[in-house]
């Protein structure tokens, strides 16, 4: 079971969409997934029009992590109805910001970790959507992860919180979690004929080189009107959403590839991360 964590530090920059996409993608391909709503806003649950009446939530696995409250937790999306597959979400909700303080205990920060150990056999991927913050619930997302995808958006703020972000992956992976790594950052909302875009796209390149992962993900009405309907991008008509569905196959193609997932668990060792710049790796404390 490989684990990704879709970050970002900055809200507004398209990080539960990217979940989405990549979670289409692995429903298209039929591989038995597990996507995670960690965000308190939850709409990762709303996008994959899961029935949340009569179930536990994450916040009820981050209290007691105990495999009778996880399966009570988890529910299939409502996208199985569109065909059969293996699409589970375990439940949002927004008691988890309860559990998002600034100074979590390491009992706090392996909950999650614990939690997943026991539905490991049930999935090949599993998706975290993680809260947008340094918080206690993205550090809780990374400890039981193998890799992390970080989001941002071709600005000036949202390229500071990038390089952020990266700083604390390394700080995690030194102090917590040794097997961490990043899987690259997912540039999101990219308006080609912005000079502005243009100019911050290069600027994340001559700062994160091979970590700024292909393809860049352009900004699509059709990605907000499929997710707004609660149905995965894949089967959303028109050639725009085809066209995302397609950048989005590529993405997770990178994510199976680094994992060995699917038709990549062959035995052969696992595709590396790119290193990470200079910049990212004197990691200040992510408390700040």
Do not use: C
């Amino acid at each position: 079971m490989h684990v990704l964590s879709v970050s970002s530090l900055k809200g507004g920059v398209g990080k539960t969409t990217v979940t989405l996409g990549l979670a289409s993608a692995a429903f298209s391909k039929d591989i038995r997934t597990l996507v995670v709503d960690l965000d308190p806003q939850s709409d990762v649950s709303t996008g994959m029009a899961v029935d949340v009446a009569g179930h536990l939530t994450v916040t009820d696995v981050l209290t007691s992590p105990k495999k009778k409250i996880v399966e009570q937790a988890i529910v299939a999306s409502g996208w199985t109805k569109i065909h059969p597959g293996k699409m589970d979400v375990m439940i949002g909700s927004p008691s988890a910001i309860n559990f998002d303080g600034p100074h979590p205990s390491i009992r706090d920060i392996w909950r999650l970790e614990e939690a997943l150990a026991h539905v490991e056999e049930e999935y090949d991927l599993v998706l975290i959507d993680s809260a947008p913050s340094l918080n206690a619930l993205t550090r809780t997302a990374w400890a039981a992860s193998d890799r992390v995808a970080v989001v941002t958006e071709p600005g000036l703020f949202s390229v500071s919180a990038a390089d952020r972000a990266l700083r604390a992956v390394e700080e995690i992976r030194r102090g917590l979690s040794p097997r961490l790594q990043p899987l690259g950052i997912i540039v999101n909302r990219v308006r080609p004929q912005s000079m502005e875009h243009q100019f911050r796209i290069k600027e994340l390149r001559d700062m994160f080189g091979p970590l700024i992962l292909n393809p860049q993900l352009l900004e699509r009405t059709s990605l907000q009107q499929a997710q707004g309907a609660a149905k995965p991008v894949h089967v959303w008509p028109g050639d725009t959403a085809q066209e995302m569905a397609k950048n989005f196959d590529s993405l997770l193609d990178r994510v199976l590839r680094t994992g060995r997932v699917g038709e990549y668990a062959d035995g052969t060792p696992p595709e590396p991360a790119a290193v990470t710049s200079p910049a990212a790796v004197e990691a200040p404390s992510t408390d700040s």
